[in-house]
T-cell receptor
Framework: DGGITQSPKYLFRKEGQNVTLSCEQN?????MYWYRQDPGQGLRLIYY???????QKGDIAEGYSVSREKKESFPLTVTSAQKNPTAFYLC??????????????FGSGTRLTVV | AQKVTQAQTEISVVEKEDVTLDCVYE???????LFWYKQPPSGELVFLIR??????QNEISGRYSWNFQKSTSSFNFTITASQVVDSAVYFC???????????FGTGTRLQVFP
């Protein structure tokens, strides 16, 4: 079945450490997105990529980094510079041909907790 | 700038009650697309409906219905005869050809009690 796989489901990080969240899709989608979800704040866009080897900052990119070396993969690194990384992270993808006007497909998310 | 407002943070109802979730949007584009997603406790966002700006017909899908009114920039979602399985966070979202992203509202948490 086609879809988006995010791993791990739960992740614990010590303060000062970088951590990488995985996102893989087999939908042959060109565009991929990372959102952060905090209680009461909805989904905020961190980074997005519309094509391999290219990506753009979203609304809250500070303290995060991404790479897009393969069409199927869009990993997100939460760096030690991110002041409050504890949150739920969602990865999504869409076909570039329609620029996302048919909506996105979402993964099941990774819950990151700083301990 | 585009914006989506879901003023209801949390709604609680008893099973079999009808409930309406409000969504108000802002955009300067004449062609745009509105969405509703459901987020159950498992966390994944599930697509419910997509509506383009040229189609103001209301839509019904089983117990779900959507009321799109351009005059008030609203795209409200009604669940008829709610069930416990409807308990989730519901997000309204907006995009257009002039933007690269889906803009989400802050979500409404619906709790349906037996």
């Amino acid at each position: 079945d086609g879809g988006i796989t995010q791993s791990p489901k739960y992740l614990f990080r010590k303060e000062g450490q970088n951590v990488t969240l995985s996102c893989e899709q087999n939908l042959n989608h060109d565009a991929m997105y990372w959102y952060r979800q905090d209680p009461g704040q909805g989904l905020r866009l961190i980074y997005y990529s519309q094509i391999v080897n290219d990506f753009q900052k979203g609304d809250i990119a500070e303290g995060y980094s991404v790479s897009r070396e393969k069409k199927e993969s869009f990993p997100l690194t939460v760096t030690s510079a991110q002041k409050n990384p504890t949150a739920f992270y969602l990865c999504a993808s869409s076909s570039n041909r329609d620029r996302g006007i048919y909506g996105y497909t979402f993964g099941s998310g990774t819950r990151l907790t700083v301990v | 700038a585009q914006k989506v407002t879901q003023a209801q943070t949390e709604i609680s109802v008893v099973e079999k009650e009808d409930v309406t979730l409000d969504c108000v949007y802002e955009t300067r584009d004449t062609t745009y697309y509105l969405f509703w997603y459901k987020q159950p406790p498992s966390g994944e966002l599930v697509f419910l409906i997509r509506r383009n700006s040229f189609d103001e017909q209301n839509e019904i899908s089983g117990r779900y219905s959507w009321n799109f009114q351009k005059s008030t920039s609203s795209f409200n979602f009604t669940i008829t005869a709610s069930q416990v399985v409807d308990s989730a966070v519901y997000f309204c979202a907006l995009t257009s050809h002039n933007t690269d992203k889906l803009i989400f509202g802050t979500g409404t948490r619906l709790q349906v009690f037996p």
